[in-house]
């Protein structure tokens, strides 16, 4: 009896409880009919596009009523083309008054500027204050205290800049007159003597032909190549005549800084215009003239078209 009780119970308790599921079921299946019937959102894009109408600013009433009235007034044409043809007029009449201002002040005298003032190390120095004999402008532009001893030499009085120096000195039978050759063999001693190391040099005698110092090619500055020189100068004689383009065309090929072409005779006709055309990289050529005789102008030429300086030292 207890047993039967207790299995109706259990029963009772299931079917309350299987009710109560399909309540709760019916009810959500009705609120969901009742949000699809629920009519659809506006796009966000349409609100946007309305609320910046809103937000646009309407004509005001006057501004509205001039409009109407220009479309309405024939007159109004009238006027918009002689508001352009002012506007139009207007850069005209500026163009005019500026050209009036321009010609008063071109008529009103200028205060004169203050005179400018030139360092001396500005000053270019002018050719007439060059020493006696010398012509050419390659020292006169150079502030030689700023270049270094072993990047400068001078013979004669000319320096010259750079590392590799060629001295082609005459050797012909007139340089015998006077004491012509032993000045050049003691301004060579000086010269070389104050060469240094990285600086290179050769020595080039002539007469008919060339008589070069022994190595056959720049040497370095050093003690040996000094005493070498000294020696080899020694057994140098003057003899013979006096054409330098054989040397000078040995010179020009060594592509050395400068070269220095020492002379005391007249040259062979067109030794200018031959050592001019193989000069080609324009090595420049200072030229030492110990005469001032019929030789002077070819060495003039020479030092001018290679952009040297020649010098007169008798």
Known sequence: ????????????????????????????????????????????????????????????????????????DPSSKSNAKNDEESTAAKPAADDAKRKATDAKEAETPRAPRPARVINPRERKRSRFLAPPGVVGGYDEQTDWNSIPPWLQTSFFGVRAKGKTFIYVVDCSGSMAEGDRMTRAKSELRKTISTLRYPQRFHVIFYNDKPLAMPGGSPRVADALSKDDLLRWLRNIDSDGGTDPREAMAIAIGFRPDAIFLLSDGAFPDQTAEAISKINKVKTPIHCVDLSGGAGGDDLARIAKESGGIYVLRP
């Not at 309305?50 to 409009?67: G, V």
């Open 1 to 72: 009896m207890n047993q039967s009780r207790s299995i109706q119970a259990t029963l009772s308790g299931r079917l309350r409880i299987g009710c109560v599921i399909v309540a709760l079921v019916v009810a959500s299946s009705a609120i969901g009919r009742a949000l699809d019937d629920r009519p659809a959102e506006r796009s966000e894009p349409e609100v946007e596009g309305k609320a910046q109408k809103a937000r646009r600013p309407e004509k005001s009433k006057p501004e509205a009523e001039k409009t109407a009235k220009n479309q309405r």
